[in-house]
């Protein structure tokens, strides 16, 4: 059997493990006695610690819990948006709401890597939804929120409900044409041109012609 790592002093979340658990279990997993910063002890395994699974002994979740009801049984004397019994549903904009804060505030959420994780942050004004109502109104239907500035923040100035379509044109890895001092995506440019986009991407990208050139129509002065 491996040898158990020594956790004693070991910060985890609002966790400081103490000494080593050996009291009878259940379980053969290794345990820990820790001091919460609530002052309350509990005993946890060392793969919930080391897991991150466990970062209290359990005053996080409650206080999480406690201003979730506060905060929705205000918001739904307010604005109606969540959820008002079982059978109800959250609106659209609050969804999208929630999804925006996810994925730039908790680590486990499937797309942090790509806000959160490089930094995009929710700003503090829409920490609330009632104000994140207030400067975005309502979602139109068939959109989602969308950042002008793809590496900005969200927030007000900087965001709009954009079609699916309107979105894929404003990726930050998007490619951008400055022509005579235009600015358009390859799409764009594909569009204004009646060409394929495709074929102007090749042009630039795989031949690397200019961009005057990549643009005409004219095959034989292209070849």
Known sequence: MAPVCNLIGKRFGRLVVVSRDRSPKKHKAACWL???DCGKSSSVRAD???GGTTQSCGCFSSEVHAAIAIQIGHL???HGHTRQGLKSKYSAT???WMAMRQRCNYSKNINYS???GRGIKVCERWGAFINFL??????PEDTQIDRIDSNGNYEPGNCRWAT????QSNRRDTFHITHNGVTRTLEEWGRVRNMDSRLISIRIRKLGWSVERALSF???ASA
């Open 76 to 78: 739904n004397r307010t």
């Open 134 to 139: 207030e400067d975005m109104g309502e979602r």
């Open 164 to 167: 699916v379509k309107e979105q």
């Open 114 to 116: 790509n806000y959160g």
């Open 34 to 36: 820790c001091v919460c």
């Open 218 to 220: 004219d095959l034989e």
């Open 48 to 50: 919930a610690l080391k």
């Open 94 to 96: 609050y969804m999208s």
